[in-house]
């Protein structure tokens, strides 16, 4: 199974970015996905998880602001984050709950003031 991040990148204080993770290999999809978040010298952390049947949870610090989503399909979750500010400066991890836990590369996010 391989997880592919994409989509972040450097934007100013207020703007908004969209990370894209696609999952492949598993024939029986995942019971969920999610993002999680690792500043520097800080532990990953859980932003926003979506399950098989839809259901939504945010860690607080993004809620009203980042929005996850998926496309069963095609085996892909979405996190649309808005607002952005410089506390959400961290790498973005895709992770996918199947036979085991799988994680994606991580994808640098970086939120200048």
């Known amino acids: 199974v391989q997880l592919q991040a994409s989509g972040g990148g450097l934007v100013q204080a207020g703007g908004s970015l969209r990370l894209s993770c696609v999952g492949s290999?598993?024939?029986?999809?995942?019971?969920?996905m999610a993002w999680f978040r690792q500043a520097p010298g800080k532990q990953r952390d859980l932003v926003a998880r979506?399950?098989?049947?839809?259901?939504?949870d945010y860690a607080d610090s993004v809620k009203g602001r980042f929005t996850i989503s998926q496309d069963k399909a095609v085996n892909t979750v979405y996190l649309q984050m808005n607002t952005l500010q410089p506390e959400d400066t961290a790498v973005y991890y895709c992770?996918?709950?199947?036979?085991?836990?799988?994680w994606g590369q991580g994808t640098q996010v970086t939120v200048s003031s």
């Open positions: 979506i399950t098989l049947s839809g259901a939504t």
């Open positions: 290999g598993s024939r029986l999809g995942f019971a969920s």
């Open positions: 992770n996918a709950v199947g036979a085991t836990n799988y």
